[in-house]
């Protein structure tokens, strides 16, 4: 089925140890983003991608690394992993301005 | 910069009643206006969207119009069930960003 798929949907680490969050879509979207999302906080965008090639900011990236890899995968980077980092990762794509996104089923991640 | 307002839950409604939820945005020029539906342990999936001015957008018994004069897009059902339960997200893009914006979320809670 066409779709966001994300790679691992639970995972535990250790404070300090990292691990890289796989997202990968197959409807040939153009921008990809990565969000978290924390009870009371809502969603979060931390880094996104327009396009093959290029990345940005979102409004929480600090500790956080992306790499747009080709135009179907999008992966996020957790180099030193902290418990504030304790979260539900939801990536997304959308093909054009007024389309919707697809997000994936989510990663849960736990920092201990 | 964009905003988007809903109302605070949880909305807990009797199966086969009016659902209401509030959805107020400010915004540049003529975004494109959605309901995501979140369901417990799952990724946000598009409910609906509402591209222009006067737009009614509808799915699975669901609706809401775009009222550009009152910068709202409120979803409502006229008959929810106890499946609908989940939490429902507002959310605008357009104006050129590539950065969609979400409200907060709506916790909806539907008895037997």
């Known amino acids: 089925n066409a779709g966001v798929t994300q790679t691992p949907k639970f995972q535990v680490l250790k404070t300090g140890q990292s691990m890289t969050l796989q997202c990968a879509q197959d409807?040939?979207?153009?921008?990809m983003y990565w969000y978290r999302q924390d009870p009371g906080m809502g969603l979060r965008l931390i880094y996104y991608s327009a396009s093959e090639g290029t990345t940005d900011k979102g409004e929480v990236p600090n500790g956080y690394n992306v790499s747009r890899l080709n135009k179907r995968e999008f992966s996020l980077r957790l180099e030193s992993a902290a418990p504030s980092q304790t979260s539900v990762y939801f990536c997304a794509s959308r093909g054009g301005q007024g389309e919707g996104y697809t997000f994936g089923s989510g990663t849960r991640l736990t920092v201990v | 910069g964009d905003s988007v307002t809903q109302m605070e839950g949880p909305v807990t409604l009797s199966e086969e009643a009016f659902l209401t939820i509030n959805c107020t945005y400010t915004?540049?020029?003529?975004?494109?206006l959605f309901w995501y539906v979140q369901y417990p342990g799952e990724g946000l999936q598009l409910l609906l969207k509402?591209?222009?001015?006067?737009d009614k957008g509808s799915n699975k018994g669901f609706e809401a119009t775009y009222r550009k004069e009152t910068t709202s897009f409120h979803l409502e059902k006229g008959s929810v069930q106890v499946s609908d339960s989940a939490v429902y997200f507002c959310a605008l893009s357009g104006g050129g960003s590539y950065i969609p914006t979400f409200g907060r979320g709506t916790s909806l809670i539907v008895h037997p």
């Open positions: 409807m040939n979207h153009n921008s």
């Open positions: 915004a540049t020029g003529y975004p494109s």
């Open positions: 509402a591209t222009k001015a006067d």
